[in-house]
């Protein structure tokens, strides 16, 4: 059974900062890539950032420059450092991890339960 669970989320001022974790456990044999997504009301969710294994790092334009996306492989966990935060950032940030639960298994998709970043004054 894999789980995913985020911390960090919160309510902060515009220009402010947050730092999101999340961290996998459970049986996994092999990691693909571990990120987060959002999805604010009334959209669809999309990819804020990921890291793919071997290190690329794929990432939203509206975020590059002001957040961060870092994984500690050994923790299995991943972490979103948030920086000049503006309200449109507002939304619920799932964690995402693409990974291989046995030898020879098949990749797929496991999300958190996710969390909510408020940014307003």
């Known amino acids: 059974q894999v789980q995913l669970v985020e911390s960090g989320g919160g309510l902060v001022q515009p220009g402010g900062s947050l730092r999101l974790s999340c961290a996998a456990s459970?049986?996994?044999?092999?990691?693909?890539?571990m990120g987060w997504y959002r999805q604010a009301p009334g959209k669809e969710r999309e990819l804020v950032a990921r890291i793919i294994s071997g290190g690329n790092i794929n990432s939203a334009d509206s975020v590059k420059g002001r957040f961060t996306i870092s994984r500690d492989n050994a923790k299995m966990t991943v972490y979103l450092k948030m920086n000049s935060l503006k309200p449109e950032d507002t939304a619920v940030y799932y964690c995402n991890a693409n990974l291989v639960v046995t030898w020879g298994g098949i990749s797929r998709d496991y999300w958190g339960q996710g969390t909510q970043v408020t940014v307003s004054s």
């Open positions: 459970g049986s996994i044999f092999s990691i693909n890539s």
